[in-house]
């Protein structure tokens, strides 16, 4: 065999040539297309003369006869369903915009809201100088409220944007015609608000299903911290009993306030007090439990409000992602990506970067040589830096899965004199409390908060609305 014998053959290419059709099958072909046409006959044999084709009804819209009906016939045939186009109707016009009053919409800015309402380029920029003092123009948002006053010539009288249901930015023409911006705050009605529940599943759940806003929850939470985990310490059956101040604003909801008095009783956490007491001497306003001892302590229960641990304090735990064993200085918390992370005591921020396989991560420092860190958070908290001094409960950054992460979640380590230890079994130093020299004040002003708490009512505090300030409705500490 040659050289030339032994190299593949080429592939030949596939013939354009077209085969063609059985006599039968393409004389068929023609029949079934005259048919349709109206053609009477057959078609002509080889040889024979061509038929003459039927002339197409001029009456009828289509020559195709329609499925279903009888042959055409002489009278004028309706056109099918497919060809009746139903009236359009008119498209309604959209609804004049008033240039006065309204709220911001996509793409708004200050110049094109006052613009709308003819205030020129030179008059926008004197607006946008007063308000600066008072909020950044700039900060704008979708759905924002506002109103606008001019006077019969058209002038600016007052330019005015909501920022909360308490507060209004306003600028408004003096005397001598310079304009000046305010910041306008409403004052609420105060109520207290006598509540009562049963936990089956979480106190969200013990709360909401009888009416109350979430919000509500996150108050409750939060004066608790010291003393209740509230994922991992209820039980249902648990219940409690809370009195909290209330703001309205026309009947409406707007914020809760403090904490007057609340008592938990459950399963793991036995029964906790918690009571507002202001010293009669003036002093610093704080929570106490039942025997006048500080509720604030050196470190919170848990670091994040709602959240699971989902690894513990471990020094021979298998790393999900290294597949090795590797000692886990900390307790693993799980929750949904960009839940707020807690300071977990007051403290100074000596780490806020990112840092390998912790991800992003942030160190405290606290007295008593305690150090806390916090790491794969998506993102810090703003307006903070290395060097600055923060509060316990502070948000300092958000969950996240940065790092040598399998899911979103918090890593929260705590180190005691240079050594870590697990978090969930430090010992926390309390606050001061009642002075000694209160303390028969205290035991009468404590008798009759209990003695309120144990007369509310199962049908008490029921089916409370949302609040409706936004930002307000943080709980005041």
């Not at 993102?379 to 001094?389: I, L, S, W, Y």
């Amino acid at each position: 065999m040659g050289y030339a014998s032994a190299l593949p053959r080429a592939v030949p290419r596939r013939s354009r040539h077209r085969w063609p059709l059985p006599k039968s099958i393409g004389r068929a072909l023609v029949v079934g297309s005259l048919l349709i046409l109206g053609c009477d006959s057959a078609p002509p044999k080889p040889g024979e003369p061509a038929p003459q084709v039927a002339e197409a009804k001029a009456e009828s819209p289509s020559l195709a006869p329609v499925v279903g009906e009888s042959p055409a016939s002489d009278s004028p045939q309706e056109p099918t369903p497919a060809e009746v186009v139903p009236p359009q109707p008119e498209p309604e016009p959209e609804p004049e915009l008033d240039p006065l009053h309204g709220s911001v919409r996509p793409g708004d800015s200050l110049s094109k809201i006052l613009h709308r309402a003819g205030i020129g380029a030179a008059e926008v920029q004197v607006v946008a100088e007063a308000l600066t003092p008072v909020m950044d123009p700039a900060t704008i948002r979708i759905g924002q409220r506002y109103d606008i006053e001019l006077d019969e010539g058209g002038e600016l009288l007052s330019f005015a944007f909501h920022l909360a249901q308490t507060e209004v930015a306003r600028v408004r023409r003096k005397k001598g015609g310079a304009l000046e911006g305010k910041l306008e705050t409403r004052a609420t009605e105060r109520h207290e608000e006598e509540i009562i529940g049963e936990v089956r599943s979480s106190l969200w759940g013990a709360l909401t299903e009888r009416g109350h806003s979430p919000a509500l929850v996150d108050v409750l939470v939060d004066v608790f911290a010291y003393d209740i985990d509230f994922f991992t310490s209820t039980r249902a059956g648990d219940t409690f009993r809370v009195i909290v101040e209330r703001h309205e604003l026309d009947g409406k909801l707007v914020r809760y306030g403090r904490v007057l008095a609340a008592e938990y009783r459950g399963e793991a956490v036995g029964e906790a007090v918690l009571l507002w007491w202001e010293p009669p001497g003036g002093g610093k306003p704080l929570y106490v439990d039942g025997e006048g001892k500080g509720v604030a302590r050196t470190v919170v229960k848990s670091p994040l409000k709602y959240a699971r641990i989902t690894s513990g304090f471990d020094p021979k735990r298998m790393h999900p992602v290294l597949h090795r064993v590797k000692s886990h200085q900390g307790v693993d918390y799980g929750a949904p990506e960009g839940t707020p992370v807690w300071a977990a005591a007051d403290g100074k921020i000596v780490f806020r970067a990112e840092k390998g396989g912790a991800g992003n991560m942030v160190i405290l420092r606290h007295p008593g040589g305690l150090k806390t860190l916090y790491m794969h958070l998506s993102r810090f908290a703003e307006g903070q830096r290395v060097g600055d001094t923060i509060d316990a409960k502070t948000v300092i950054g958000y969950v996240g899965q940065t790092g040598l992460a399998t899911g979103p979640h918090l890593h929260y380590g705590m180190q005691k004199n240079g050594r870590y230890v697990d978090p969930t079994t430090i010992e926390s130093v309390r606050a001061k409390g009642v002075a000694k020299a209160d303390r028969t004040r205290f035991r009468r002003f404590r008798d009759r908060w209990l003695k309120r708490l144990a007369a509310i009512d199962e049908g008490e505090g029921e089916g409370d609305e949302e609040p409706t300030g936004g930002p307000e409705s943080e709980p005041e500490r």
